[in-house]
């Protein structure tokens, strides 16, 4: 059985860029959700997605939006990348509504 | 709203003492689900329990047991004979019963334990 992974580990861009950040969920896993963790703080929920279709969203702009693959693999873009933006991006998969299990992360620094 | 509040912020024991991590939290749900996540320096956040608000039973697993009090919404972690190993951050988390399962984190706590 697989765990989640994420790709790429570690990404540099320039303010103003976009950024596609990807993930594989954990073998049979139907929701994936992404959270953003800043230096020194908890994760914060952005976005999560059940069966290919948003399933809750939390107080992040439009510039940040997803996507879910029929294979549950998922994506999450940023738009207009801004210096705040930089932290270490989180995918978590999960049956639906039971423990999420995490991925070890994207670190984004914007520049 | 939810809210997870860790009012520890950084703690050091040295190897062997005992430690407990306060988890206090806010819902207006009477059904959600408490959990704690551990996060090593690679950043993977590593799974250690999920309590549902039903279940006021304490747990023990090896090392580790987790006191839930309803009465304080309270969730505290011990970690009994610390280990080098557990040095970590740990997040206290809420889980809502609604239409999404979305996890609200506290600010975490640093662990440290020293040989």
């Known amino acids: 059985e697989t765990g989640v992974t994420q790709s790429p580990t570690h990404l540099i861009k320039t303010r103003g860029q976009q950024v596609t950040l990807r993930c594989s969920s954990q073998?049979?896993?139907?929701?994936v959700s992404w959270y953003q963790q800043a230096l020194g703080q908890g994760p914060q929920f952005i976005f999560q997605y059940y069966r290919e279709e948003e399933n809750g969203r939390g107080n992040f702009p439009p510039r940040f939006s997803g996507l879910q693959f029929p294979n549950y693999s998922s994506e999450l873009n940023v738009n207009a990348l801004e210096l705040d933006d930089s932290a270490l991006y989180l995918c978590?998969?999960?049956?639906?509504?039971?423990?999420?299990?995490f991925g070890q992360g994207t670190r984004l620094t914007v520049v | 709203a939810q809210k997870v509040t860790q009012a520890q912020t950084e703690i050091s024991v040295v190897e062997k003492e005992d430690v407990t991590l306060d988890c206090v939290y806010e819902?207006?749900?009477?059904?959600?689900?408490l959990f704690w996540y551990k996060q090593p320096p690679s950043g993977e956040l590593v799974f250690l329990i999920r309590?549902?608000?039903?279940?006021?039973q304490n747990e023990i697993s090896g090392r580790y047991s987790w006191n839930f009090q309803k009465s304080t919404s309270s969730f505290n972690f011990t970690i009994t004979a610390s280990q080098v190993v557990d040095s970590a951050v740990y997040f206290c988390?809420?889980?809502?019963?609604?239409?999404?399962?979305?996890?609200?984190f506290g600010k975490g706590i640093t662990l440290s334990v020293r040989p």
């Open positions: 309590r549902n608000s039903f279940d006021e």
């Open positions: 073998s049979g896993h139907n929701t």
């Open positions: 819902t207006r749900d009477t059904t959600y689900y």
């Open positions: 978590a998969s999960s049956l639906r509504r039971t423990e999420a299990f």
């Open positions: 988390a809420l889980s809502e019963t609604g239409a999404n399962s979305k996890l609200t």
